[in-house]
């Protein structure tokens, strides 16, 4: 992959002007024929997804393009919005005129289904649980590791400055709080006690908590503050790439796989006159030509033989609990993220 310094803040100012640019080409609203474009043969759809997949779908939706256009004559054209997990959602829910969302968990989805907004059955309707990608994660540290931090206990000590995104809007956030309590229910053989405990110190050393996981990365990276960042396996190791001598991934002992959901907003894809390409952009996402876009962004691919071509990238053989383990996501938000829940009793403390 080619060495994108800043990219951090390079794709923030890209993304931004793609989406002004597309409220402007839809100022009148997307008409039955044209779905927004002045073109009668150009579709604009618009993919509100999470924070770090700016880059990923930058590429993506050019090779979707290309399969469109030799597919239908069409042109295609996707508008960004990039954000909060939790966030993108509630905009979404709020009015943002969302024709596929590509989310960091289903509990953001199934908030909009909930508004009316998509049908029932969506996490059925693509492979993999609508997930066509996972990750995991993992805890980037300064080349060096002088904190000499290995996995989640270390994180408890004094003296340690962590930075992470806030699970109240950051999907991110959210696996990794998950992450931590499967550590400490483990370690304290499920003493509910002892886990909170051991939670709400790791949260006591937060240093900076940003509402997503790319503003927790620039916090980070960027600006260089903390000694550890609670990340995604494939934002530590965008890191290490752009910048090959000044972090290390430490792998936890155990963590969790993270599975990214997308669906159509059927509300507002049926409005749009964009169903049909809707479901075409999210169906391409399992071809293998997109799946090793994943892999080259450093998203583990849904698809086993795609992911074995990059064995020598992730770390296979991690010790990862599911979101199952919790209940699933339904059961996972009420007891943990929704309001004096968990992370909130935790936090308050």
């Known amino acids: 992959m080619q060495n994108k310094k800043n990219r951090f803040y390079q794709t923030a100012v890209v993304s931004a002007a793609v989406l002004a640019l597309g409220s402007l080409a839809g100022c009148g609203g997307k008409d039955s024929d044209s779905s927004g474009s002045g073109d009668e043969n150009t579709i604009t759809i618009t993919n509100v997804s999470y924070d770090p997949t700016r880059e990923l779908y930058e590429e993506y939706n050019q090779i979707f393009a290309e399969y469109y256009k030799e597919k239908t004559g069409k042109e295609v054209e996707v508008v960004q919005s990039h954000g909060g997990s939790g966030s993108q959602a509630r905009s979404v829910i709020e009015g943002n005129d969302a024709d596929v969302v590509t989310l960091a968990l289903a509990h953001d989805i199934t908030a909009i289904e909930n508004a009316g907004l998509i049908e029932n059955g969506w996490l059925e309707e693509f492979d993999h649980n609508s997930s066509p990608y996972t990750s995991t994660i993992v805890l980037l540290v300064r080349k060096g590791n002088e904190k000499d931090i290995q996995d989640w206990d270390d994180l408890v000590k004094d003296g340690i400055d962590i930075i992470a995104p806030d699970p109240k809007s950051s999907g991110a956030a959210d696996w990794g709080f998950l992450a931590m309590w499967d550590y400490a229910q483990k370690q304290f053989n499920g003493d509910e006690e002892k886990m909170k405990e051991f939670v709400g110190k790791i949260y006591s050393n937060v240093l900076v908590m940003d509402s997503g996981a790319r503003g927790s990365t620039t916090t980070f990276v960027e600006n260089k503050q903390g000694d550890v960042l609670v990340a995604w396996e494939n934002e530590a190791l965008l890191s290490m790439a752009e910048y090959p001598d000044e972090y290390e991934m430490i792998t936890p002992s155990t963590s969790i796989l ?83 829940a968990i992370f909130d009793e935790i936090y308050s403390n």
């Open 258 to 340: 993270a599975e990214p959901s997308v669906a159509i907003v059927d509300e507002n894809a049926d409005k749009n006159n964009t169903q049909d390409v809707a479901k075409e952009y999210l169906s391409y996402l399992y071809t293998a030509d997109a799946q090793r876009i994943f892999g080259e962004n450093y998203y583990r691919p849904s698809d086993e033989k795609v992911l074995k071509e990059f064995k020598d990238t992730f770390d296979l053989s991690v010790s990862l609990c599911t979101i199952d383990d919790f209940g699933g996501w339904d059961q996972a938000y009420e007891d943990f993220f929704a309001d004096d």
